[in-house]
Nanobody
Framework: VQLQASGGGQVQAGGSPRLSCAASGLRFSKYGMGWFRQVLGKEREFVASITWGGGSTDYADSVKGRFTISRDNAKNTVYLQMNSLKPEDTAIYYC????????????????WGQGTQVTVSS
């Protein structure tokens, strides 16, 4: 199983990048998908999740209203549209997959991507 995240980089505050996570080696349409982020020296934190069919999403309070998670099962890809970025959004962003609903504490996540760095400058 591989989860390949991309789309990160240096962004100005207020910017709107979109992260992508392309999955292979699993039956993507059967997996819940999620995004987490981690700052060096801090614990990984939940950002957003989406159920296998895309019918239900969940967001951390810190990103609700600014970030949107979506998926394209035909392309085996999950996205994270990030709007109105703030310097505190700076982190490495990881995608995760689970046969169950992605839990906020990350314990249900079975597979992880390698992460993509997002750096927001003010």
């Amino acid at each position: 199983v591989q989860l390949q995240a991309s789309g990160g980089g240096q962004v100005q505050a207020g910017g709107s990048p979109r992260l992508s996570c392309a999955a292979s080696g699993l039956r993507f349409s059967k997996y819940g998908m999620g995004w987490f982020r981690q700052v060096l020296g801090k614990e990984r934190e939940f950002v957003a999740s989406i159920t296998w069919g895309g019918g239900s999403t969940d967001y951390a309070d810190s990103v609700k209203g600014r970030f949107t998670i979506s998926r394209d099962n035909a392309k085996n890809t999950v996205y994270l549209q990030m709007n109105s970025l703030k310097p505190e959004d700076t982190a490495i962003y990881y995608c995760a997959a689970s046969m169950r609903t992605i839990s906020r504490d990350s314990t249900s996540s079975e597979y992880w991507g390698q992460g993509t760095q997002v750096t927001v400058s003010s």
